[in-house]
């Protein structure tokens, strides 16, 4: 196969980007969590006696992506000179539920927010998702885009010296292609040639799968992929490098059993992890090694609470980030003084998921979007932070259709699908989310009373996030579950690991268990070519299955609004909640 170059700025407008992470906090299997000898609670930053002079907050959402963006120049350019300020700390507010089993190979959402502070991904986004080197300092394409050439920074090390190569890259891939791993990845890494036969165990090595020196790994697809960078960048679970010289000896089947996934101190990123205390804190240190440049903090806490809680912390000056705060609150901090509040771009969907197999009949589906006042519900919610959606097929500006059914609040609809449908009034289906998302519990009850009032009886049965993870996900086990994010309007193929009949969960990300296979094909014609005009077309048709199915429930893709101490700076905030992509460059007043 010819590894002839077409042009990058042309390969990545045509760039599909496969997933991204959600807010289920995806995470592994539980597990005990590793001992720690620790003070009780992080040290509260210092509170500011005056407003220190920052940049303005912004107002208002930035533009929302028209297209995928063209990438910078390939190579990464030199880590600049810094030490980190003795004695600084950052504190980033999250929910309190979190999984102390640090495995990227079946973790995603919440839990990526901890590996993107210690680990690399091959190239990473910045604040408006353009790819930019991380430990690929470039990469070529092939013109049929069937060939991806990683060439690997040289001046890489593990946090205890040891050098980072491509030996570390062809690991971490035969690693999630092993089936008694269980990786979330392994659906995904089946477009490589020859890893069906390796994860299947009917062959030893994956032939699309070279290392061509110690910096160079070369993938070759079974099929052509525009989005194959992306899917790697952007995907939920990220894939994220892990050491070979520490993993190599251990058994895939017992990962989750391993030191180093319940204690992750070895790894490329700016910060280290130090430790983990249940329902307080996660600790990390700076790298002062980095190959980007040291950071200039000392260290990074995430504080452990719940959002009411965390509101509290905020307020008072004990948290410097907090993530995702509600429109209300947010219309009431713009006054504070001390805060900056920072609404950025959504790109991910709202969503309800149906266990399709327990819901085939899609005239319920159906019944239950004309059932519910969307629209007067994100005016209640969202306070103008959002915009409704008919599909997550919803982006760049290109892959916007407005011919789709808005499904606009009908009763008298609604109840005739379900009497078509023979639905039974006496059923009562259970609907579960993560508990604490402010969002779904404000809807919530009224969603149950327009259901009612139409002969749907909803229960309401929110769990803490390790149960529901258990329950939605590892061993699904449910008949509706809410959940947000995503970027879904970066390119329309994103949908893709959603919805394709191989990414079933526990295995990959289709939490409905939907399968369509027409739309199957339509998703693979659309990540096989670069010519926008024929993928606006493909798409379409993708768009309008997904409308007419519905095996989410659509309701609106909201902006990420978070709350900033503005005694922190170097912040460039972009779109979505990747606002920590640049953390080595943030510094303390």
């Not at 210092?46 to 912004?58: G, L, R, Y």
């Not at 266990?355 to 019944?367: G, I, L, S």
């Not at 789709?404 to 009034?425: C, F, M, V």
Request: proline share 7%.
């Amino acid at each position: 196969m010819s590894a002839q170059k077409f042009s990058r700025r042309a390969f990545i407008r045509g760039l599909a980007v496969a997933a991204g992470g959600t807010a289920l906090s995806l995470a592994a299997a539980c597990g005990p969590a590793a001992p720690t000898v620790a003070p009780t609670q992080a040290p509260p930053p210092p509170k500011p006696t005056t407003a220190p002079a920052a940049a303005p907050a912004a107002t208002s959402a930035p533009p929302a992506a028209t297209a995928a963006p063209a990438a910078n120049p390939t190579t990464a350019p030199a880590a600049a000179a810094a030490v980190a300020k003795p004695g600084s700390v950052v504190q980033i507010g999250r929910r309190s539920e979190i999984n102390p089993l640090w495995s990227p190979l079946k973790t995603a959402g919440g839990e990526v927010q901890i590996f993107d502070l210690i680990f690399n991904r091959l190239i990473a986004p910045d604040e408006k998702w353009t790819m930019q080197p991380d430990l690929a300092e470039k990469f070529d394409v092939s013109a049929d885009a069937t060939v991806y050439t990683f060439n690997l920074r040289r001046n890489v090390t593990w946090s205890d010296g040891k050098p980072f190569t491509a030996r570390d890259v062809m690991f971490t891939y035969r690693l999630n292609l092993t089936k008694s791993a269980g990786s979330r990845q392994a659906p995904r890494l089946l477009q490589i040639k020859g890893a069906k036969d390796f994860y299947e165990g009917t062959a030893t090595e994956v032939s699309g799968l070279q290392m061509l020196d110690e910096n160079t790994v070369r993938m070759t697809l079974e099929q052509p992929n525009v989005s194959w960078v992306s899917q790697l960048t952007h995907s939920s679970p990220i894939l994220f490098i892990l050491p070979e010289h520490v993993l190599k000896d251990a058994d895939p089947a017992q990962l989750d059993n391993h030191p180093f996934i319940k204690k992750p101190d070895v790894s490329t990123g700016p910060y280290q992890y130090v430790q983990f205390v249940a329902d307080q804190f996660v600790e990390f240190k700076a790298n002062p090694n980095y190959f980007k440049g040291a950071p200039k903090i000392e260290k990074v806490f995430v504080r452990l609470a719940e959002p009411p809680t965390q509101l509290a912390q905020f307020e008072r000056g004990e948290l410097d980030v907090m993530y995702k705060v509600t429109a209300k609150d947010a219309e009431r901090l713009k006054s504070n003084t001390n805060l900056s509040i920072i609404p950025l771009q959504g790109l991910g969907v709202f969503q309800i998921a149906w266990n399709n197999e327990r819901f085939p009949d899609k005239r319920v589906r159906q019944a239950f979007m004309y059932a519910i006042d969307r629209e007067s519900l994100i005016k209640v919610v969202l306070r103008g932070e959002g915009r409704l959606v008919h599909s997550t097929i919803i982006g760049p500006e290109w892959a916007n259709y407005n011919d789709l059914n808005q499904y606009k609040y009908d009763p008298a609809k609604a109840r005739a699908l379900l009497q078509d449908a023979g639905w039974d009034s006496g059923k009562t289906v259970n609907i579960t989310w993560s508990k604490g998302f402010a969002d779904i519990e404000l809807a919530a009850p009224i969603v149950q009373q327009q259901l009612k009032e139409v002969g749907f009886n909803l229960e309401l049965a929110p769990l803490d996030s390790p149960a529901y993870i258990k329950k939605v996900v590892s061993e699904p086990d449910f008949d509706l579950a809410w959940f947000s994010g995503g970027v879904y309007a970066l390119d329309p193929d994103i949908s893709s690991a959603y919805y394709e009949c191989a990414n079933w969960t526990p295995r990959g990300a289709n939490t409905t268990h939907y399968c369509n296979k027409e739309l199957d094909t339509l998703f693979a014609q659309g990540r096989a070519t670069t010519d926008t005009t024929k993928r606006k077309d493909v798409y379409a048709r993708a768009a309008a299955i997904l409308n007419e199915d519905v095996p989410t429930t659509f309701w609106w893709s909201e902006n990420i609004i978070y709350g900033v101490s503005k005694r922190l700076k170097g912040i460039k905030a972009g779109t979505n909640d990747y606002l920590w992509w640049n953390i080595q460059e943030w510094s303390l007043d």
